[in-house]
């Protein structure tokens, strides 16, 4: 059983809002994903997709595992060939993010990435390391 997150995402119309410099993107594999990186985990928004199709490596069994559960708990669904964010979700890694979105195992520090293609990784994990 996994602890349930109550959390809020920042909301503001303030011109001087740099929450749009906080949004990352995950391309890979045929998804096309939005999120935000919290000290709690990753955030993936409402209306991010991957497709639906399963990979055949065995990783791929661990993120079929992953993407039911979300699809019974109604965070995912089904819709044609891909599967649908419905509400933003928080995982508790970018990794885990991705791989919901991506369907197989796959480095989410590496793949989200702002809108200058800048890695999470490079934004976040080298720069706490200077």
């Not at 661990?62 to 995982?91: M, P, S, T, W, Y």
């Amino acid at each position: 059983s996994q602890p349930i997150f109550f959390f809020f995402l920042k909301t503001t119309t303030d011109d001087n809002d740099k929450e749009n410099d906080e949004i990352y993107y995950c391309n890979a594999s045929g998804a096309d994903g939005r999120g935000q990186y919290m000290t709690e985990g990753f955030v993936v928004l409402k209306g991010s997709s991957g497709p639906l199709k399963k990979s055949p490596s065995p990783d791929g069994k661990r993120a079929e595992r992953i993407r039911v559960k979300l699809i019974k708990n109604n965070i995912f669904k089904i819709e044609g060939d891909r599967v649908i964010c419905q509400k933003d979700h928080l995982f508790g890694s970018p990794s885990g993010a991705a791989v919901s979105l991506v369907g197989r195992a796959i480095n989410g520090w590496m793949v989200w990435i702002d809108k200058d293609g800048r890695t999470l990784d490079e934004l976040k994990r080298q720069s706490d390391d200077s």
